[in-house]
Nanobody, 126 residues
Framework: QVQLDESGGGLVQAGGSLRLSCAAS????????MGWFRQAPGKEREFVGAISRSGGTTVYADSVKGRFTISKDNAKNTVYLQMNSLKPEDTAVYYC???????????????????WGQGTQVTVSS
């Protein structure tokens, strides 16, 4: 199986940037579609974006499109979430997840992802 470990969260002012990392063990990132999700207090966990196994294709939620970028380094077994122009509404716990079943489709539902990291807190102050 795959163990995922997020890092890079913290406190940042509105307009600032953070880069989250998701390191995997057990399997290489090239084996799975990888997704990023977030959950704010009182809200359901929501899709942020996903990246294909090769890293050649990405999709994003409308709320972060143009501000967030997902990339991956298969040699390092690490997926990144670069977050720019952060807004207070981006405050949430951010999770990375692996979809072990999908070959090409970048799913948006939490139900399609099989492995999850522990989450890392991102707080954006106004």
């Amino acid at each position: 199986q795959v163990q995922l470990d997020e890092s890079g969260g913290g406190l940042v002012q509105a307009g600032g940037s953070l880069r989250l990392s998701c390191a995997a063990s057990g399997r290489t990132f090239s084996s799975y579609v990888m997704g990023w999700f977030r959950q704010a207090p009182g809200k359901e966990r929501e899709f942020v974006g996903a990246i294909s196994r090769s890293g050649g294709t990405t999709v994003y939620a409308d709320s972060v499109k143009g501000r967030f970028t997902i990339s991956k380094d298969n040699a390092k077994n690490t997926v990144y979430l670069q977050m720019n122009s952060l807004k207070p509404e981006d405050t949430a716990v951010y999770y990375c997840a692996a979809d072990t079943k999908s070959l090409t489709k970048l799913n948006r539902s939490t139900l399609t992802y099989d492995y999850w990291g522990q989450g890392t807190q991102v707080t954006v102050s106004s």
